[in-house]
């Protein structure tokens, strides 16, 4: 039983197969509604941007690099309204910003699994300039990426920095992952509290444990390459990767009877 009084979710084991068959279905759906994807797209990499050039008109321009890294983490919050498209898409309801809006507003817990995706996305970014600091030095200042870059690939300290950023930031993805993949669509679908969402999210990565870490590097691999043209692949690679998620969390939780 949850801590909310209901039966937890049943969760399955899925496989590689079934990770394809849910990337080409969220194909389908970007394919069908074009504009809803586009838009969620937008709205992702527009927010990319602007995180950008605050950090340029700043001078930490040298963050541009770990935000492109860690932008993937809150990926799951921005991609919900993807998830009732596919939803609605699925049961042939009607689609539109508004109910989706309504869908959303109405599942309060969603709003503590936001919560806890920032938060994340926070302490990545915080743990990214702590090491600058202490492996660059306390007052580091680049004047463009390319020197930053440079800084990096080219110094004892710099290698340092890289390896232990990116493990880190691996380890932050990864808890991540298993907290959010099937949460967001879980509360979207269920009355749940976002406790057993993230409970039931761990259980169905533990259950298939090699799928699920290989769909989770797919997810970061692609949303990183995307997010290096100033963000814009994001437009299109966000709503597929949305819809698919959807759909390969009907593969991961049982419906209900």
């Not at 979710?9 to 590689?16: D, H, L, R």
């Not at 503590?112 to 660059?136: E, G």
């Not at 959010?180 to 969402?197: W, Y």
């Not at 692609?222 to 814009?232: D, H, K, M, Q, R």
Request: charged share 10%.
């Amino acid at each position: 039983m949850s801590i909310s009084g209901k039966v937890d979710p049943v969760v399955c084991p899925v496989a590689a197969t079934d990770i394809a068959e849910a990337l080409a279905e969220g194909l389908r759906d970007f394919q069908a509604l074009p504009l809803y994807g586009l838009c969620f797209g937008v709205f992702y990499a527009a927010g990319g941007i602007a995180i950008m050039l605050c950090f340029t008109a700043f001078g930490m321009i040298y963050l541009v690099y770990p935000l492109a890294a860690g932008f993937a983490l809150i990926g799951p919050f921005v991609a919900i309204g993807l998830y009732d498209v596919s939803r609605r898409r699925e049961r042939g309801e009607p689609v539109s910003f508004a109910a989706i809006w309504s869908a959303i507003r109405s599942r309060s817990e969603i709003g503590w699994m936001a919560f806890v995706t920032l938060f994340v996305f926070v302490v990545w970014m915080y743990q990214v300039r702590l090491l600058i600091a202490l492996l660059l030095g306390l007052h580091a200042s680049f004047s463009s990426l390319q020197e930053f870059m440079t800084v990096v690939l080219t110094t004892n300290e710099g290698l340092l920095f890289l390896a232990i950023g990116n493990a880190v930031g691996a380890v932050l993805s990864l808890i991540l992952f298993s907290l959010t993949v099937v949460s967001f669509p879980l509360l979207l679908d269920r009355e749940v509290d976002f406790v057993t969402a993230m409970v039931t999210s761990v259980r169905a990565v533990v259950a298939s444990p090699l799928p699920m870490v290989g769909w989770a590097a797919v997810i970061v691999m692609v949303l990183i390459v995307s997010a290096l043209p100033y963000f814009l692949g994001l437009v299109v690679t966000l709503p597929v990767l949305g819809h698919a998620t959807w759909h390969l969390y009907r593969r991961l939780v049982v419906p209900v009877a």
